[in-house]
């Protein structure tokens, strides 16, 4: 478990939820790494570096949302849980909808 396998299972079902090159998001995601003006950030399993120059203020735990690899808002888990269902269920209703 963790493998390279899991880690690509985990970025597809996540571009799946984003929409890739669909339209630019700012998707919520949990702090999970904290290091000055860098840090890593999860969600669904994949993991990403991302620049908090503009938060300063995050740490550990805090959900932000990111956007083209900067934290740009701090919001909390409920909102950042209801955001990830409604891109979950847009990319499902898209998915059903291709040709």
Do not use: W
């Not at 969600?43 to 620049?51: I, L, N, P």
């Not at 979950?88 to 059903?96: D, H, I, P, V, Y």
Request: hydrophobic share 45%.
């Amino acid at each position: 478990m963790g493998g390279v396998a899991d880690e690509q299972d985990a970025t597809a079902r996540f571009e799946r939820i984003i929409g890739v090159g669909i339209m630019c998001l700012a998707i919520p995601m949990k702090v999970i790494e904290a290091d000055g003006p860098f840090g890593k950030v999860e969600v669904e399993g994949v993991k990403r570096k991302v620049s908090f120059q503009l938060m300063p203020e995050v740490k550990v735990g805090d959900y932000v949302l990111v956007h083209a690899g900067f934290a740009i808002e701090k919001i909390n888990e409920e909102e950042a849980k209801r955001t990830l269902q409604l891109l979950t269920e847009l990319a499902l209703a898209q998915e059903t909808e291709a040709p």
